[in-house]
């Protein structure tokens, strides 16, 4: 595919969302790619990956952006803002976004890409994630911090780059929010050495990196006398790619703005 074969997102029948694919050469972009597939509601019109990259059918970022109604990127945190603020430049396409590992400055970023362009950022697209969120989050709120203590606890294959991972840290927050207070207060990333005892209140996360794990997660609720343990296991990276998708087809359209996957399942309220 050259990029004067790119096809314009008119081009696609009508009610088909046209798709760009960043890092296309990932493990998410052929799983999304294979996701994509055949698929009546969606068609891949344009594929990019870093520059210089070399793969049949790439094209350059921009002249993708410009193919299609909507991005998805599931690369790093620094490609996602440089694809969130030219996407905001240029008024479009819409984003999907699914990289986890960013800094507070750059979440800025794409907060501001946000006021000129739909976004959904999430680090989780899995339908049963976003159901375990609002189970943290209830259970967080009817078991008194005094009594229970929240630890989160995730593993991923040993490529994964950051740490905990974006879905570890959203459960966190889920569990923050049920206790009305914020994740950076109590918070306990690391423990080594004397630490001292547990802090009351705190929400701790722990970190396993190992293998082909494609992503564990589970939340436990321990109190004196019993654990509660809530948790998800993904057993195939095509359920992360066939929620983007989901959040891709909801997206187009949307006015500017900054969503998540609670938003695009209608979980938010």
Do not use: C
Request: avoid cysteine; aromatic fraction near 4%; hydrophobic fraction near 45%.
């Amino acid at each position: 595919m050259s990029q004067n074969d790119l096809a314009a997102p008119s081009s696609a029948a009508e009610g088909t969302v046209t798709i760009a694919l960043a890092g296309a050469l990932g493990r998410m972009g052929q799983a999304l790619a294979k996701t994509l597939d055949g698929r009546a509601d969606a068609v891949v019109v344009a594929r990019f990956d870093r520059p210089g990259a070399v793969g049949e059918g790439l094209v350059e970022r921009d002249a993708a952006l410009k193919a299609a109604e909507v991005a998805i990127d599931f690369t790093i945190p620094e490609a996602s803002v440089a694809l969130a603020e030219a996407a905001a430049a240029n008024g479009g396409p819409a984003l999907v976004i699914g990289s986890t590992g960013f800094s507070d400055d750059q979440n800025a970023r794409i907060a501001a890409a946000a006021t000129r362009v739909a976004i959904v950022k999430s680090g989780n697209y899995s339908l049963g994630v976003n159901m375990l969120m609002g189970l943290v989050r209830q259970a967080a709120a009817a078991l008194p911090a005094r009594d229970w203590d929240v630890e989160v606890h995730e593993a991923h294959h040993k490529r994964k780059i950051d740490a905990p991972s974006g879905t570890a840290l959203m459960l966190g927050q889920a569990a923050a929010d049920g206790r009305g207070v914020g994740l950076g207060q109590v918070a306990d990333r690391g423990r080594d050495g004397m630490t001292g005892p547990r802090k009351e209140g705190a929400i701790g996360f722990s970190v396993v990196r190992g293998g082909g794990i494609i992503g564990e997660h589970s939340v436990i609720f321990a109190g004196e006398e019993e654990v509660l343990t809530l948790s998800h296991s993904a057993t195939d990276r095509g359920l992360f790619a066939r929620g983007a998708v989901a959040a891709a087809l909801w997206v187009k359209g949307r006015p500017p703005g900054l969503y998540d996957m609670q938003d695009v399942l209608g979980f938010e309220n």
